[in-house]
Every structure is written in C-alpha cells, then in structure tokens.
C-alpha cells in the first residue's frame, strides 16, 4: 500500500531517492529542503517544484532548542504516514519525526556505530579504515544511535579514495536503492528493526578549517588520508606565503624520506606537485589558493618552495 512520505532533505541524493518512491507510486505530500546558500539551485527543491509537490525552505525547525510550533503544525497538515531522511542536516524535533504512523527513516554513510555524525565519509578516510557500508535508521532523539532498518557493508575503501569517490561512486547508488527498498517494506508491512549495539562506537565532528590543516609532524599515510577526505571539501591545507593553500588529488610519490624538510616542494609538472613530508612524498594534482582552484603545474609554485 503506497505511503505519503515527507521529505526532509537536499542536494542531488535527496533527489533521488524522492523521484525513485514517487515512481515506486508513493504519494509525496511535502519537501522540507533548507534555503539555498546563494549558489546554485538546491536539486531536490526544483524537482519538488517541477513536479508540484509541497515545498517548505526553513533553516530550522526548533527555536532555543523547542520545537516552533506554526511549523509544526503546518507539517502535520501534511499528513504524512512516514517521515524520509536521505540527506538532512537539520536537527528536527521529535514533535516532527515521531508524528508520522511509521515514524522516519534516515541513512547514513556508515557502518552504525561507527563514524556517527555529520562527517562520517571524512573520517573513515581519515582514520584509514579497510571497509564502508551504509546505514538506513529510525532516528531517535541521539545523534545517528536509532534502531537499524538495514545495513550493507563490504565496500572496500581503496587507497585512492576521495571523500567525493567513496560516497559517489560507491554508497550514493547503495544509497538510493536501500532507501527505496525501506520504504517499500515498511509500506508492506514487513520491515523490521534492529537496535545499533554500542560496542565500536564512535562519534566525530565535523570537519572545518582546523580539522583539515595539515600539520607537518605528521606521517605520509596521515598526510595523504587527510588530503583525500577533505577532497573535495573543504580541502586539506597548508600555507604558502601567509595564505591557505588547499590540495587536491594526492597519491604517494615515494616512501623513501628525501633530504629535504616536510613541506619543501620538490618538483613542478604537468604530472603535479610533489612535496616532502615525513616517510616520503607526496604527489598532488591541483591547488586552491586565492586565485581559485588550478592544476599544480599552474600554480607558480616552483621547487624549493615550502609550505608551512
């Protein structure tokens, strides 16, 4: 029996999975995507538009931590059967997610427990972790710790993987399809959950600029698996004449330390940049500076230059 599903989230994902249950002939009632931040158009919210759904942009739904009650009710208008969650950085009350027949639904771009919150993708490249999965939860009122509806695990995080790689190529798609696939059996009557244990639990923040400067004392694999989670935002930096210069598309150049201090730029080329740091090299194939994003080849950086 269809559902008619609100939808709190955002971005190409959001998108999605809101057109993949619409064609799976569930009702949409409402779109709930946070305004746009002066880019471009938020995708979830023109397809809410050009499919005549209900849409709703608030930065948030609860004002000094309680819930605002005019937008309360106007959610609850909606009549929702079931709350979806594919891409939500709102904190919403439980006035919101518990209202619904069936509650809501949530994923997440992990294993759970492991890698709860906001940057989950960061850190388990961060933290070189061999294996990423996801993660499809009722949300509860802690951070990612509700019952599981499904979980799939298995994908191998490669050595060359970007927090952009991991999450598109790999668990957007395994994404997509788990959400579908919750709602359906919940829809059925069939979906059951399961409580997260607590053993292998972590909680990271998120990462802004302090979390992704690089600090030279570091060795290569931290360097590198810093460089790449924060790829492509919001980029790994150092500094270069006084100003952030942020790294792209790194990859081990040697593991052999070189004679020169970490950071010293050894060589310039259209095949990138490498610099020193602790246990090696590393190679990298763009740099953001203030002139914006630009190949390493044409960032003027030449070697004997150091970033610090």
Known sequence: MPLKLAIFGQAPFGRDVTLRLAEAGHEIVGVHVPPDGGGRPDPLAVAA????????????????????????????????DLNVMP????????????????????????????????????????????ESGISIFQPDEGVDTGPLYLQTSGVPIEPTDTMASLYFDKLYPMGVDGMVEVVDAIAAGTATLTPQVEEGASHQGLVDDDVARIDLGWDLAKIEQRIRGCDPSPGAWLEHGGAPL?????????????????????????????????????????????????TAAESGLSAGDVLA
């Open 87 to 130: 891409f939500t950085t709102v904190l919403l009350p439980p006035e919101i997610t518990d209202a619904p027949k069936h509650g809501s639904v949530c994923f997440h771009p992990s294993i759970l427990p492991a890698f709860r919150g906001g940057a989950a993708l960061s850190w388990q490249i961060f933290e070189g972790t061999a």
């Open 49 to 80: 538009e050009e499919h005549g759904w209900s849409l709703f942009r608030y930065k948030g739904y609860r004002r000094k931590g309680i819930a605002i009650p005019e937008r309360v009710e106007e959610y609850l208008a909606l009549g929702a």
């Open 246 to 294: 942020r790294l792209f598309g790194s990859a081990v150049e040697s593991r052999s330390e070189t004679n020169e201090a970490p950071g010293t730029v050894l060589s310039v080329g259209d095949a990138g940049l490498v610099f020193a740091v602790r246990g090696g090299s590393l190679r990298i194939q763009k740099v953001r500076g203030e002139a914006g994003k630009v």
